[in-house]
């Protein structure tokens, strides 16, 4: 599964973002589609997810300013970005899980300025 992901950039406190992550193949064929995030000197941690089922799930400090979405007709997934932080700096990846496998695309950057 290869997977393309857009949409960062450079916003003010309080902006928002729309990242878009499109997949090689069906989204019907992928178990989670997820977003993960990486601070400079930090670990990478799970920001969003979503099941085929549409089941969804969010990192405590971006509840009910993100949102994540899929389009199964585009096999592309979405995170919606509201209400942005300068702590939400970030290269912001997306990532695929079938089966056993992990696969991820390349990093979008995100920068947040106070």
């Known amino acids: 599964v290869q997977l393309q992901a857009s949409g960062g950039g450079l916003v003010q406190a309080g902006g928002s973002l729309r990242l878009s992550c499109t997949a090689s193949t069906s989204l019907i064929s992928i178990d989670v589609m997820s977003w993960y995030r990486q601070a400079p000197g930090k670990e990478r941690d799970l920001v969003a997810a979503i099941s085929r089922a549409s089941t969804t799930n969010y990192l405590d400090s971006v509840k009910g300013r993100f949102t994540i979405s899929r389009d199964n007709a585009k096999n592309t997934v979405y995170l919606q970005m509201d209400s942005l932080k300068p702590e939400d700096t970030a290269v912001y990846y997306c990532?695929?899980?079938?089966?056993?496998?992990?696969?991820w695309g390349q990093g979008t950057q995100v920068t947040v300025s106070s």
């Open positions: 990532s695929a899980f079938r089966w056993t496998n992990t696969f």
